[in-house]
């Protein structure tokens, strides 16, 4: 009988885990319990506002291999635009003050020297806890490791981890602010040139992976919700999705690549992440002005970073707890606000839509990353695949493709 692999979850950790089996000629059905695969990596069209917008503006850093990886694989790389160079441009609303951190090229960190090239009102020691950081810890609140204070951590390093921890950066988990330095800035503007997909999110990751993984044999199955896992002995022997059950071979085997709440119910005593944070994106229709920069990072403002496409902009506000009270009317004034103060377009609102996501990610603190399973589990044809495993980063696109990756090398060594 012809070995098969059931990947359960269509979001971008399933879909990793389904292309890198199937370019090794494995079977691979893909069962997604929603009507659309990309999970929080997907785009739809919104009538209310008229666009085809993205779930959430993600972007992709020059060093973010595995990914980068994976977009080349499935033919997509043409569909992501880099920046030709790691620069970040910042607008303070409050001090009234643009200013560009300036990565550079290379990988020696030279723009710590550079006035021009840093941000402004800091000094090259200023820079230091980003090399005391590198030094191995326990695993605790960065605030305990580094000093969360002075302009420094204000304007770059407060920004830059915050995109990446969905979580507040004094109270998460040192290890994770370690790997996230260790992966971009610590490996100079070389790693840290910034992709965004232009077109979307499933124009660039899913569909390609859809067609990718139809092309070699592979299937996807939309509205098929797994209920439950039959096992026997130390193997799962059969898949209930309610309206019918799937036998496995001997040979075949499974991946769980959902959310860690749906995969706790399915697996009851599974130990994963069970505190979350929010993530707000807000999306007017509206072509931005000329010669505006593809992102801005915005402080003291609603929201961290604006994002200028071709027929929208997009803004988005990490760790978004504090405003999952607010309507989403209430969210989108404030929201524009921000985008009249630092672009020239007109004072009335376009059509607009706001996106919420109150479990985006796990919270990236010392006692949720402990929480983190590895691939493995009781079963040993049962393997884990997303974002909230234990990657060794945060929930990020990298982390969730890493997290396919593993599970595909695991199935085909078991």
């Not at 997907?42 to 959430?56: E, F």
């Not at 910034?194 to 569909?207: C, I, K, R």
């Not at 799962?236 to 001997?250: E, I, N, Q, R, Y």
């Not at 000329?290 to 071709?310: H, K, S």
């Amino acid at each position: 009988m012809a070995r098969t692999v059931h990947i359960i979850g269509g979001g971008l950790a399933g879909l990793a885990a389904a292309v890198g089996l199937a370019a090794r000629g494995i079977a691979t059905v893909v069962h997604e319990a929603t009507e659309q695969a990309g999970g929080r990596c997907r785009s739809y069209d919104d009538a209310a506002s008229g666009m085809r917008i993205d779930n959430g503006t993600h972007i992709l850093l020059s060093g973010n291999t595995a990914a980068l990886g994976f977009l080349a694989r499935i033919g997509a790389a043409a569909l992501v635009t880099g920046a030709r160079k790691a620069r970040f441009p910042f607008i303070d609303l409050v001090a009234k003050q643009r200013w560009t951190l300036d990565l550079g090229g290379g990988r020696l960190p030279l723009w710590v020297f550079d006035r021009h090239r840093r941000a402004p009102h800091t000094r090259p020691r200023d820079y230091l806890a980003l090399a005391r950081l590198m030094w191995p810890t326990a695993d605790q609140p960065l605030d305990q490791v580094i000093s969360c204070r002075g302009p420094a951590y204000e304007q770059v390093m407060r920004p830059l981890l915050l995109a990446a921890l969905n979580t507040d950066p004094s109270v998460a988990s040192s290890d994770l602010t370690r790997a996230v330095v260790r992966e971009s800035i610590a490996r100079g503007g070389a790693a840290c040139r910034p992709y965004l997909a232009p077109n979307g999110l499933s124009a660039a990751f899913v569909e390609p992976a859809i067609a990718y993984l139809k092309g070699h044999g592979g299937a996807l199955r939309c509205g098929h919700q797994l209920r439950r896992c039959a096992v026997a002995a130390q193997a799962v022997t059969a898949l209930d999705f309610g309206d019918g059950s799937v036998a496995l071979g001997p040979d075949d085997a499974v991946v769980l690549a959902v959310p860690p709440y749906a995969a706790r119910s399915i697996i009851p005593h599974l130990q994963a992440p069970d505190e979350f944070r929010a993530i707000v994106n807000a999306h007017f229709r509206i072509v931005p002005p000329p010669g505006v920069e593809p992102m801005l990072g915005v402080l003291n403002g609603t929201a961290e970073w604006i994002f200028f496409f071709e027929d929208r902009i997009s803004a988005t506000i990490s760790g978004a707890d504090r405003f999952m009270a607010h309507t989403k009317d209430e969210l989108a004034k404030m929201i524009w606000r921000d985008v009249q103060r630092v672009a020239n377009v007109p004072p009335e609102m376009p059509p607009w839509q706001i996106v919420r996501e109150r479990r985006a990610t796990f919270a990236a603190t010392p006692k949720q990353n402990a929480k983190r399973p590895g691939v493995r589990t009781p079963w040993c044809n049962l393997a884990l695949a997303g974002d909230w495993t234990d990657t060794g980063l945060p929930a990020t696109i990298e982390s969730a493709v890493r997290s396919g990756i593993r599970a595909a090398d695991f199935v085909m060594q078991s």
